[in-house]
């Protein structure tokens, strides 16, 4: 992150590496609710999406750090 000077940013994912990766990056998680997502692992993200919709309107919103 530091290399490419990147100082805010989100992942979006559906598992807890996914969730892990973002927050050992100190960006924002954002859980979603699609294919493999188990609760347990999403209740450790930031914020969590059920639909494409949902994350348009997030991305309105300020998400990162």
């Known amino acids: 992150m530091k290399k490419y000077s990147i100082l805010h940013g989100a992942v979006v994912g559906d598992r807890l590496s996914d969730i892990n990766a973002a927050k050992g990056n100190g960006l924002t998680a954002i859980g979603s609710r699609f294919d493999f997502a188990q609760e347990e692992e999403?209740?450790?993200?930031?914020?969590?999406?059920?639909?494409?919709?949902?994350?348009?309107?997030?991305?309105?919103?300020?998400?990162?750090?």
């Not at 999403?42 to 750090?65: R, T, W, Y």
Request: glycine content about 4%; hydrophobic content about 50%; proline content about 0%.
């Open 42 to 65: 999403l209740a450790q993200a930031d914020m969590v999406i059920s639909s494409f919709e949902e994350l348009k309107n997030v991305i309105g919103e300020k998400v990162v750090k």
